[in-house]
């Protein structure tokens, strides 16, 4: 091997192999030793892992990397979110089983994040498609049917026409579902229910508790699960003998005296009235056209069916309103009826609008008089109330509602109550390729559990995809099975996949477990997860499942000491790459282009053929502009793809590829080794040589630069370690260049290449494999006497240009630059009497302020 030049395909495979042969990243209970559990969200085996999968698991590594090598026990473990619809659709389109296609996507997913060098501890590896996972899923559905937290009821849900399949809300996306893209609809099953609105109260107190998770994150699950202060109120119904009241729960019963139709769900009992009127059916199928997500709901034309009803206002007997049925009300939230107030809702105004109800205003702005109006436009915002009586003048919000509540209960016709957005959890799902629910029938359709024995409930190996429908619904033999001596069938639907991803990290605990899902001991010393990593966009569904699981499965037994399963939360952003297309919008990906001056791009297939190049968008494979990891590895090495893709951006934001920065990283590698070779030699000579002198600037830069690192590392400011590791080499490269002897080199540059172990380990390990340093390796601590007293010079940039240039102490506050900044004379002229849009703030170097 040329020693000169860093042959990465030589010395990370080595590497790897000796990270995989010596188990070097096995985690087990050491009860005197601090633990770290560091977790990042499974991935599904789709075939090949793409550039989101290396930037989170390269973030996950950094950290786990680094704290074992504070010297804690670390957990950091790989699995497969392995169920669910995609490997169906793939099996069916290209005739295979599900179960080979996804152990195949799996075992090239898993080389190829070895290839990475990730200190995961595979010995833990789980796969939820799995009977070995599986059957504890099963169990603990069972378990929670006996504490009457599942349940089976008729509901309206989400039906993706297309996957022929159930959708929890938060796979609408923009009325369609998340992964097929058509229309749902709304349509009636029996359907298997996880009681989650149970904790609605203790999941939104919980959030209190989350000091390390983004505070996006948390405002996204307090307003999911919606808890608000209303009143429940019965509107006195005319116009038919059946029909005595309605009731119907209002945020808003300040706008009383604006009511101007009372609309309730085409399921509402008094839908019986009109269960035989052709018009009304013909109205009821049209609403099942519209899905049942807010989103939905709100996008699609507001539709009313008028019935012979009259709802009185509560307030006033002699104010008299026509009763609806709405496509916009649904029965499970509230009373399945509202009371529409057009001036101060935007949807009852688009309904008044269309059919020509009354719109009266009853809160105007403070500065507006009594003649204010509404038009095409609700005014939802604060004010007075007018209109109404003697309700008029009440602040709006801060007086308003709690006093006309005061009076609705002292004319006991209405009370005050609580409500929550957040509903039940829907978890029956019509497809094969998922968990088998634990459930059979009775000849008497009564519900009996499939006993424990019986478990797992696998799935049939050979079956027919090729149907209408759910598969299973079809193996009359599959579903048969002996029950206490009588013949019973077996539920055909499966377990929603977010179920799988509910508790695995409990799971990863003790993987090898066969008699239960996890060991109590095991996960009391493991868990809470300290430091969870993953895509924002599983905010909602993933995060706030997995935090109802956690309390699911310790209620009533009080067992599991952590409630919440994760106790620090990071949210990477996206990679991002610039899209391109032709004239007739077909996507091209960046391997079919290319470009001779870096503006007129073409398609390398037909030279003539002009690109049209598009905004820097997430990388999607429907998009096309995706990079592939593996072709980086085999062109850069792993160690250059782990730096570029922690050096554009901060973590947290989106990250835009760059062949260039792609080039750069290498570069650096190469660069770095060369130096590193003739540290080794000078190293050498030295010690022959024993008149070397003790350099002072050694000590400061290493105490230094290990400083910074920890607090980069700390802050998650990996970007910044980039920064960090050209400082290094700046200092080091002039070291070489002296031709002084320096007796405290060596073991400060061992310090300096431990610290690179979390970012490009390969490289950093076989620099000191070549000191003979391989063993026993802790992370280096700091001397206080090199960091006390010591000066930056901050560049100071006003709007992004350079205007002067301070002098301050290390790791100044950026709020006390700020004000120090503000001070300078000479900046005057650019900061009086400006106000401070933005800042960007680089420690140590460079502050940036933004003025308007």
């Not at 793939?90 to 200190?119: C, D, H, V, Y």
């Not at 104010?319 to 709405?326: D, E, L, Q, T």
């Not at 770095?672 to 000579?685: A, D, N, Q, R």
């Not at 790791?811 to 933005?838: A, C, G, P, Q, S």
């Amino acid at each position: 091997m040329d020693s000169d030049r860093y042959n990465f395909k030589v010395i990370e495979e080595k590497w790897q192999n000796y990270w995989d042969k010596n188990k070097t990243f096995k985690a087990e209970i050491i009860k005197d030793k601090k633990k770290f559990y560091c977790l990042e969200m499974f991935p599904y085996p789709s075939g090949k892992i793409h550039m989101g999968h290396v930037r989170n698991y390269t973030i996950g590594d950094v950290l786990a990397r680094y704290k074992s090598l504070q010297g804690y026990n670390v957990l950091h473990p790989m699995g497969w979110d392995s169920f669910g619809m995609p490997a169906e659709n793939a099996a069916r389109q290209n005739n295979l089983n599900p179960e080979e296609w996804t152990k195949k996507n799996i075992s090239i997913m898993k080389n190829q994040l070895k290839k990475l060098g990730f200190s995961i501890d595979w010995d833990r590896e789980i796969s939820t498609c799995s009977p070995d996972y599986y059957k504890h899923q099963q169990r603990f559905f069972l378990d929670l049917y006996d504490k009457g937290l599942v349940y089976r009821k008729e509901n309206y849900v989400n039906w993706d026409p297309i996957d022929q399949t159930v959708l929890a809300n938060e796979q609408v996306v923009d009325g369609k579902g998340w992964r097929s893209g058509a229309v749902v609809e709304r349509k009636k099953l029996s359907q298997w229910f996880f009681n989650i609105s149970k904790f609605s109260d203790d999941l939104l107190q919980g959030l209190n508790q989350l000091d390390e998770w983004p505070n996006k994150v948390k405002i996204m699950q307090k307003n999911w699960i919606g808890k608000s202060f209303g009143c429940e109120i019965d509107f006195q119904i005319e116009g038919s003998p059946e029909v005595k009241s309605i009731s119907c729960y209002t945020t808003r019963p300040d706008t009383l005296f604006g009511f101007s139709f009372l609309a309730v769900s085409v399921d509402h009992p008094i839908s019986k009235l009109y269960e035989k009127n052709e018009d009304f059916i013909i109205f009821k199928n049209k609403c099942s056209k519209t899905g049942t997500t807010e989103e939905s709901i709100a996008q699609a034309e507001k539709i009313g069916f008028k019935t012979s009803l009259t709802a009185l206002n509560p307030l006033d007997k002699d104010m008299k309103v026509p009763v609806y049925f709405a496509n916009f009300v649904l029965m499970d939230y509230g009373f399945g009826a509202v009371f529409g107030c057009p001036a101060h809702d935007q949807r009852d105004l688009d309904f008044a609008l269309k059919y020509n109800l009354c719109v009266i205003p009853v809160v105007k702005p403070l500065e507006a008089g009594d003649d204010f109006k509404i038009s095409k436009e609700a005014y939802t915002g604060p004010g007075t109330i007018f209109n109404s009586k003697f309700l008029n003048n009440l602040k709006v919000p801060v007086e308003s509602i709690s006093e006309t509540i005061k009076i609705i209960e002292e004319k006991k016709i209405g009370k005050k109550k609580i409500n929550f957005r957040l509903k039940d959890w829907g978890v029956s799902r019509q497809r094969y390729w998922g968990c088998p629910i634990p459930i059979a029938y009775k000849q008497n359709k009564e519900i009996v559990k499939v006993p424990l024995e019986k478990l797992p409930l696998k799935l049939p190996e050979k079956i027919n995809l090729n149907v209408n429908g759910n598969p299973l619904d079809h193996e009359e033999s599959w579903k048969k099975i002996i029950i206490d001596g009588e013949e019973c069938l077996l539920e055909t639907d499966t377990l929603d996949t977010f179920v799988d991803s509910s508790w695995y990290f409990l799971r990863f605990c003790s993987s090898k477990n066969n008699i239960d899902g996890f060991d109590m001991n095991e996960v009391n010393y493991w868990m809470p997860v300290d430091q969870y990593i993953g895509g924002v966009e599983h905010a909602i569904l993933h995060l706030l499942y997995s935090r109802f699981f956690t309390r699911a499965l310790d209620y009533k037994i009080d067992k599991i000491q952590s409630k919440e399963p994760f106790k620090g939360l990071f949210t990477q952003g996206m990679v991002c790459h610039e899209t391109y297309k032709d004239k007739n919008n077909n996507w091209f990906s960046p391997e079919e282009v290319f470009s001779e001056n870096g503006k007129d791009y073409f398609s390398k297939e037909n030279k003539f053929q002009k690109i049209i190049v598009g905004a820097s968008e997430s990388m999607s494979k429907s998009k096309k502009n995706t990079i592939d990891p593996e072709q980086m590895i085999k062109s850069y090495g792993a160690d250059a793809v782990r730096l570029f893709i922690l050096s554009d951006s901060p973590p947290e934001k989106d990250v835009q590829w760059s062949e260039q920065g792609m080039v750069a990283s290498y570069k650096f590698i190469q660069k770095f080794w060369t130096l590193h070779k003739k540290i080794e030699l000078k190293v050498k000579e030295f010690e022959k040589d024993k008149g070397n002198t003790f350099n002072e600037s050694i000590e400061e830069f290493s105490n230094q630069i290990i400083n910074k690192i920890n607090i980069n590392l700390d802050k998650f400011s990996y970007n910044v370690l980039v920064a960090n590791l050209h400082e290094i080499y700046t200092f080091l490269n002039k070291l070489v260049i002296e031709k002084n002897k320096y007796e405290n080199l060596l073991s400060n540059y061992i310090k300096i290449l431990t610290t690179m172990l979390p970012i490009i380990p390969h490289l950093a390990s076989e620099c000191l494999n070549q000191l003979n340093i391989s063993e026993n390796l802790s992370w280096p601590e700091t001397n206080n006497k090199y960091l006390k007293g010591k000066k930056s010079n901050i560049v100071i940039q006003i709007n992004g240009k350079k205007r002067s240039l301070i002098s301050t102490e290390n790791d100044i506050e950026e709020k006390n630059l700020i004000r120090m900044v503000m001070e300078l004379k000479e900046l005057k002229k650019y900061t009086e009497n400006k106000d401070i849009i933005k800042t960007i703030y680089i420690k140590n170097k460079l502050i940036n302020l933004i003025l308007k």
